[in-house]
């Protein structure tokens, strides 16, 4: 059977790897992801300098799969995300009101956090595009804000379709208008999305 180099160049990029039964399952070392066939079925196993995650695509218990068995783990570099950060967002937000703006959160393995505005390239009361950010050797864009004005926080179609094929964390702040503003933040991981506390 002839194999198509396009093929051969996604499984390297992305393979699948099947879980030791009886051996040692060795966790991703190296910035990349890829698929785990495992005795319950599909997951996927994501490494970044600022997170380690595994966690199921599609579980079954029907077919006896011959393979070892792995559990769910997200592991941040940092630990907890300041509060204080979404704050600073939310002041940063309310100037443009009733328009939307955004800003990431960048982590660097030697200086911490850091929140930087995103400069607009368009931005209405329901819709912002931004100019994506640069960062250093060292720094990571950990975290993608935007705000929703004077609606609440939430997810759209459109957040889910630009979330996926990446791995990051973003968050939404909305109800501007008022004293205390929703938010709801979430981890991506190709397009899987997982909701994370927002305190």
């Not at 194999?3 to 030791?20: E, G, K, Y």
């Not at 995300?81 to 939307?100: K, Q, T, Y």
Request: aromatic share 10%; net charge negative; hydrophobic share 40%.
């Amino acid at each position: 059977m002839s194999i198509d180099l396009r093929d051969s160049a996604l499984q390297a990029s992305c393979p699948t790897v099947m879980v030791p039964r009886f051996g040692t399952f060795q966790p991703l070392q190296e910035p990349g992801h890829r698929f785990l066939s495992a005795a319950d079925g599909l997951w996927i196993e994501a490494y970044r300098p600022w997170v380690y995650i595994r966690q199921p695509l599609a579980l079954q218990k029907t077919v006896a799969m011959p393979y070892g068995r792995v559990t769910r783990e997200i592991d941040l570099s940092f630990g907890k995300i300041p509060r204080g950060l979404f704050d600073e967002f939310a002041v940063l937000a309310r100037e443009h009101l009733p328009n939307e703006c955004a800003a990431c959160i960048v982590w660097s393995e030697h200086n911490g956090f850091e929140l930087r505005p995103l400069g607009s390239i368009k931005a209405l009361h329901g819709f912002v595009k931004y100019e994506r950010p640069i960062v250093a050797d060292g720094e990571h864009l950990i975290i993608d804000l935007h705000s929703h004005g004077l609606y609440p926080a939430f997810f759209s179609g459109r957040d889910d379709r630009d979330d996926r094929g990446e791995v990051k964390i973003t968050g939404v702040l909305g109800n501007l208008d008022q004293e205390t503003y929703s938010l709801e933040v979430r981890l991506c991981v190709q397009g899987l999305f997982i909701t994370l506390p927002a305190g």
